[in-house]
């Protein structure tokens, strides 16, 4: 192919032309899958086909709103379109017949509407309005919820591989000097200037080099990098090609954990797609580049999404970390200069290609530039995706974005960057979310997980949650972190089975130190963080489990204890019955009681007793 | 029918078969052996110790070293699994949404113990760190099937789907 | 060649330039502990004991692995690196039995001699400890795989002889553990018991088998042979106890120099007062034979007739 000019009006007009139809788009990512999306669909199909309807039928990716899946998103020529929530099959006739044939929204089922210049509906807040979108910019994520992410047209209609057209015409040093221009910083959690590294490649002496995207996010409660990869492929192979042109590669290897076959599927049809239309191959777009893609499907191992361990991996070795220096981009993959960054970075090269470096160093705050994807779950509102501007406070994306804390229960903590972050309490919530701020409050950006806490959640726990997770994760080559992970461990559960000693706070104190200051790679000098910051931020919950025997939160099952309030108990047995070890006695019609030592608190009496007779302390 | 490479023997069943077409299409490629453990596990279901030999003469990388990578990456299994894997979410999410009372109700389900596998080869439980639906927490994955929001009651329904 | 110059301890240090932080220091006197670094596969870094503060660095620093850079500010014995190194032997000895009483390796042993200048005294931190079956299968090496600590120095001189790469490690995390191909033991394995993985061993987890129980340490003289088998020229250090020769063990094997077991056996032959009977691996068995078949001679002999 010649350059995209030539075809790109003629998609965008087709692209056009689909907007002006009756259509119904229902969100199949991941999560909308899971949540019964491909049910929906098949309803919607059935429902149309019945009432021979003429709507065209499409879907989309994540828009971001997890809590409100399934979505669907409805629109008529000239209207807005409706995006409805929590839509199940059983909900598909009644939208249909309100929307689509009697073009009345169902309001009390509508999240947003999405105006695209045609009218809109009274009472349904614009997405940009809305209380989930208000603070967000959408840049990344633009695509996201918005297009079809099989078809490249839907690509290439939104200004998709524009990026790369204008990068086959620039030098390539002017795109490394937009992308130094631009601010952007590594967004898989170490936050290196992404321009300093490709000039690191670039200015590198070698015959052969590599653009490797690692897209091995493994954070438990992150799932940014898996949105994008599902919501908007071709995004991310445009910014490896524009990296490849501008640094000198002609190789490319993205290395998706093996957990997200969605993601691998999507990835594997835009390279088929690109590779037939003369955007991926040799001579791109006409021009003497050429740029080869491939996958690379992990095998399960969080420690691949360090990135010297990640190279290893792509060799077919075990995926440990290697020493560095030499860092990769002069020793990387097969020994050859190799410029590794992860999906969202790779993502944002085309905007920053497109609309120039200082437009995205405008957004964000001074050392950290542009916008930052995050993923919000815990015990809050509204979980979900959202995209917002670097320096935004913590307080606003929980309170604001992500609705407050669930069940009206009170805000504890909010962990950031995965399990090598920490926990930070109330009094850290306005500090605003940049990589420098959150290190000083003893957290991370990390690849942008923000798990929210309430009272409810033992900071203990906490703490022995992220150890198991990085103990098992360890990769076992360095004595630090393959010992000292499980030595923490084995504290910290003892800790929350109340046979805690005093000394154990210290023991902790000295072996996270050691690991933080000795350990390999930056996982094991990581793993450590969710101690420190519950030592630092929740100390006082310690001491209750180690000199009380206390579990503050009601948590930690061997903390706590049944008993039978007397005055509410009569004596009616079915706790006798609920119990699966004989630890409560009574007569019939007198108050029962619990023997604390036959008890094994496994609280299946609670529920049973309609008198609420059972209390747990 | 195929010739094996290295001992020159036929093969003849057809889970071999495809196994010397597998390793004749990674043969050129560089860093073979993960693709090729996971082509492999996906024709046998898993990785028996022969397969692996085959694997290290073919791709001329030394057994300890092909064990030594097998046993690193949790996806590879060396004993048979079930027709279905259910993969329990324990992420923090999932975590804090009582992920872990999902997971007690299915080893007492399935009488099973997490890494087991039924005795009718029917499922496979294994807990795993995080899937990416934490939205959804507590999540469950049974093959590529994603199930969100669960209740232990809800179980024995979900399961039932699978044969 | 162009060198640089840095500060070890407060004393001005010149080197070439590439020398590692390890032999920076140590040429210059001070003593740096290692477990994992080897001179013929270096740049490991996985046991962390040769840590050092470098000015400036974020993290301290594995002086195994660091190049020395011009204007470099460095202390081997400052009290975050004599901590670090504490909590790293406590690691170590928590997950290890702690029977230098009869361990063969007592006296050469550098986890021994580490705990004792770091004085760590027997492991505080309880839990979970490795538990693995000894395993003697192999005539001529004893692994006792619980005392190992993973520096892996036997797996890398034993894969860097291609066609032998043997071991590996296997697992990941805590579980991580030198093993053959399957987690076997090794007469079951491929190993030609050459000797080269006990001869980098720092620790009691790799010994001779034909010496258990027979020596200590210290009461043995040692003097170096140099084998004639082939032209490599492989060294050998012969063991006399009260002026009795009992065995015949590898030095560290040098780069080109394999080992191989009929040059310990032919050594052994030939010094040693009381030479073990020779074994050799017969299908999946070990079974005692004629020196003569085991040295490869019988088809030597064989040919004169």
């Given amino acids: 192919m010649g350059s995209l000019k030539e075809v790109r009006s003629s998609i965008e007009e087709a692209y056009k032309k689909k907007l002006d139809r009756p259509r119904i788009i229902v969100g199949l990512g991941t999560c909308g899958m899971a949540a019964g999306g491909t049910k929906v669909m098949a309803a919607i199909e059935t429902e149309v086909e019945k009432l021979g309807l003429d709507v065209d039928l499409d879907f989309?990716?994540?828009?971001?709103?997890?809590?409100?899946?399934?979505?669907?998103?409805?629109?008529?020529?000239?209207?807005?379109?409706v995006v409805y929530g929590g839509v199940y099959p059983e909900d598909v006739a009644q939208l249909i017949e309100s929307h689509m044939v009697n073009k009345t929204p169902v309001t009390d089922k509508a999240e947003i509407q999405i105006s695209a210049g045609g009218?809109?509906?009274?009472?349904?807040?614009?997405?940009?309005?809305?209380?989930?979108?208000?603070?967000?910019?959408?840049?990344?994520?633009?695509?996201?919820?918005?297009?079809?992410?099989?078809?490249?047209?839907?690509?290439?209609?939104?200004?998709?591989?524009?990026?790369?057209?204008?990068?086959?015409?620039?030098?390539?040093?002017?795109?490394?000097?937009?992308?130094?221009?631009?601010?952007?910083?590594?967004?898989?959690?170490?936050?290196?200037?992404?321009?300093?590294?490709?000039?690191?490649?670039?200015?590198?002496?070698?015959?052969?080099?590599?653009?490797?995207?690692?897209?091995?996010?493994?954070?438990?409660?992150?799932?940014m990098d898996r949105s994008v990869l599902e919501g908007d492929p071709h995004a991310i192979m445009e910014g490896m090609m524009i990296a490849g042109y501008a640094i000198g590669a002609n190789e490319g290897v993205i290395y998706c954990r093996a957990e997200y076959p969605l993601a691998i599927k999507r990835l594997n049809m835009a390279i088929a797609v690109a590779e037939e239309m003369g955007i991926l191959g040799d001579n791109i777009m006409g021009t003497d580049f050429n740029f080869k893609l491939r996958i690379k499907a992990g095998a399960g191992a969080f420690v691949c999404g360090e990135e010297t361990a990640l190279l290893n991996s792509i060799e077919g070795k075990r995926g440990m970390p290697r020493v560095r220096p030499p860092f990769p981009a002069h020793k990387g993959l097969w020994q050859k200069p190799t410029c590794l960054n992860n999906v969202e970075t790779f993502a944002n090269i085309p905007f920053i290609v497109r609309n120039g470096g200082d437009w995205y160093a405008s957004m964000g705050t001074e050392k950290s530039k542009g916008s930052k994807v995050f993923c919000l779950t815990g015990k809050i509102n509204n979980t979900g995706?959202?995209?917002?501007?670097?320096?935004?406070?913590?307080?606003?994306?929980?309170?604001?974005?992500?609705?407050?804390?669930?069940?009206?229960?009170?805000?504890?903590?909010?962990?950031?960057?995965?399990?090598?972050?920490?926990?930070?309490?109330?009094?850290?919530?306005?500090?605003?979310?940049?990589?420098?701020?959150?290190?000083?409050g003893g957290a991370m950006m990390g690849s942008g997980g923000l798990v929210v806490m309430d009272e409810g959640t033992c900071m203990v726990d906490v703490a022995k949650f992220f150890l198991n997770f990085t103990q098992l994760e360890s990769c076992g080559k360095c004595t630090p972190c393959r010992e000292g992970t499980k030595r923490l461990l084995e504290i910290?559960?003892?800790?929350?089975?109340?046979?805690?000693?005093?000394?154990?706070?210290?023991?902790?104190?000295?072996?996270?130190?050691?690991?933080?200051?000795?350990?390999?790679?930056?996982?094991?000098?990581?793993?450590?963080?969710?101690?420190?910051?519950?030592?630092?931020?929740?100390?006082?919950?310690?001491?209750?489990?180690?000199?009380?025997?206390?579990?503050?939160?009601?948590?930690?099952?061997?903390?706590?204890?049944?008993?039978?309030?007397?005055?509410?108990?009569?004596?009616?047995?079915?706790c006798i019955k609920a119990c699966p070890v004989g630890a409560i006695t009574g007569e019939k019609k007198a108050a029962h009681t619990i023997d604390a030592s036959k008890c094994v608190k496994c609280g299946a009496c609670v529920p049973k007793c309609k008198f609420d007779a059972i209390v747990q302390a | 029918m195929a010739i094996c490479k290295c001992t020159g023997e036929q093969v003849e069943s057809p889970q071999d078969v495809q196994l010397m077409e597998l390793l004749e299409h990674y043969r050129e490629y560089d860093g073979a052996l993960?693709?090729?453990?996971?082509?492999?596990?996906?024709?046998?279901?898993?990785?028996?110790?022969?397969?692996?030999?085959?694997?290290?003469?073919?791709?001329?990388?030394?057994?300890?070293?092909?064990?030594?990578?097998?046993?690193?990456?949790?996806?590879f299994h060396l004993k048979p699994r079930g027709r279905n894997i259910i993969r329990v979410c324990l992420g923090t999410a999932c975590h804090v949404r009582g992920g872990s009372k999902i997971f007690e109700g299915l080893k007492e389900i399935l009488g099973v113990d997490n890494g087991g596998t039924t005795e009718d080869l029917r499922f496979t439980l294994e807990s795993v760190a995080c899937i990416g639906a934490c939205g959804l927490a507590p999540v469950i994955m049974i093959n590529d099937d994603t199930h969100g929001r669960l209740t232990n009651d809800g179980l024995d329904k979900i399961l039932e789907q699978y044969e | 060649m162009s060198t640089v110059a840095l500060t070890i301890n407060g004393q001005e240090v010149t080197v070439p330039k590439g020398t590692r932080l390890l032999d920076a220091a140590t040429g210059a006197g001070f003593f740096i502990p290692t477990f994992c670094h080897d001179e013929n596969s270096p740049n490991y870094g996985g046991c962390r004991i040769c840590v050092v503060e470098v000015k400036g660095a974020r993290n301290l620093v594995a002086s195994c692995c660091a190049e020395a850079l011009?204007?470099?500010?460095?202390?081997?014995?400052?009290?975050?690196?004599?901590?670090?190194?504490?909590?790293?032997?406590?690691?170590?000895?928590?997950?290890?039995?702690?029977?230098?009483?009869?361990?063969?390796?007592?006296?050469?042993?550098?986890?021994?001699?580490?705990?004792?200048?770091?004085?760590?005294?027997?492991?505080?931190?309880?839990?979970?400890?490795?538990?693995?079956?000894?395993?003697?299968?192999?005539?001529?090496?004893?692994?006792?795989?619980?005392k190992c600590i993973l520096c892996a120095k036997c797996v890398r001189t034993c894969q860097d002889v291609e066609e032998r790469a043997v071991i590996s490690l296997a697992y990941r995390g805590f579980n991580t553990k030198v093993a053959p191909a399957l987690d076997g033991n090794?007469?079951?394995?491929?190993?030609?018991?050459?000797?080269?993985?006990?001869?980098?061993?720092?620790?009691?987890a790799l010994t001779y088998k034909s010496l258990s129980g027979k020596t200590r340490s210290w009461e043995v003289a040692k003097e170096q042979v140099t084998c004639t088998w082939c032209d490599a020229g492989c060294q050998f250090d012969l063991l006399r106890k009260n002026g009795k020769a009992v065995g015949v063990v590898a030095k560290a094997p040098s780069e080109g120099r394999p080992l191989c077991l009929k040059g310990r056996l032919g050594l052994e032959l030939r010094y040693n007062d009381e030479p073990m009977a020779p074994m050799i691996k017969k299908g999946d068995q070990y079974v005692e034979v004629s020196w003569a078949e085991a040295l490869g001679l019988d088809e030597i002999i064989e040919k004169l007739k």
């Fill in chain 1, 60 to 81: 989309t990716s994540c828009i971001g709103m997890c809590y409100a899946e399934p979505v669907v998103e409805m629109g008529l020529p000239g209207a807005a379109s």
């Fill in chain 1, 119 to 223: 009218a809109t509906y009274e009472g349904i807040p614009v997405m940009e309005k809305s209380p989930y979108y208000e603070k967000q910019v959408r840049s990344v994520t633009s695509r996201l919820g918005r297009t079809n992410p099989e078809r490249i047209e839907d690509y290439i209609a939104t200004g998709g591989y524009a990026g790369l057209e204008k990068a086959l015409t620039m030098e390539p040093q002017e795109i490394i000097n937009q992308v130094k221009i631009s601010g952007l910083r590594g967004r898989g959690g170490g936050g290196f200037p992404t321009g300093t590294k490709w000039q690191f490649v670039a200015d590198a002496v070698g015959d052969k080099k590599y653009i490797v995207c690692n897209a091995d996010e493994g954070d438990p409660g992150a799932f």
């Fill in chain 1, 385 to 440: 995706l959202a995209e917002v501007p670097m320096g935004i406070t913590l307080r606003e994306v929980v309170f604001n974005i992500a609705g407050g804390i669930a069940d009206g229960k009170k805000f504890k903590a909010v962990q950031s960057g995965g399990p090598s972050g920490g926990c930070l309490p109330a009094e850290q919530l306005d500090l605003p979310i940049d990589y420098d701020s959150l290190i000083s």
């Fill in chain 1, 492 to 574: 910290l559960e003892r800790i929350c089975d109340g046979l805690g000693v005093p000394e154990d706070i210290d023991t902790l104190e000295r072996l996270a130190k050691t690991i933080k200051t000795s350990a390999l790679c930056a996982l094991g000098q990581t793993a450590p963080n969710p101690v420190l910051t519950t030592l630092r931020y929740f100390r006082n919950e310690y001491e209750a489990h180690i000199n009380e025997k206390r579990c503050p939160a009601g948590v930690c099952p061997e903390l706590l204890t049944y008993a039978i309030v007397e005055d509410k108990c009569v004596g009616c047995g079915v």
């Fill in chain 2, 34 to 75: 993960i693709p090729v453990l996971q082509g492999a596990q996906d024709i046998y279901g898993y990785l028996p110790g022969e397969v692996l030999e085959t694997i290290s003469k073919e791709l001329k990388i030394p057994f300890s070293e092909v064990f030594g990578v097998v046993t690193f990456y949790s996806q």
């Fill in chain 3, 70 to 146: 011009d204007g470099m500010v460095v202390e081997t014995e400052s009290e975050a690196v004599v901590e670090a190194r504490k909590t790293i032997l406590e690691l170590m000895l928590a997950n290890h039995p702690v029977d230098c009483l009869t361990c063969d390796k007592a006296g050469d042993c550098r986890l021994q001699d580490y705990a004792f200048r770091y004085d760590v005294k027997a492991p505080t931190l309880g839990g979970e400890r490795k538990d693995y079956e000894f395993d003697d299968s192999n005539p001529y090496i004893n692994r006792d795989m619980n």
């Fill in chain 3, 186 to 204: 090794l007469a079951t394995s491929e190993c030609v018991s050459c000797g080269r993985c006990v001869s980098v061993c720092p620790v009691g």
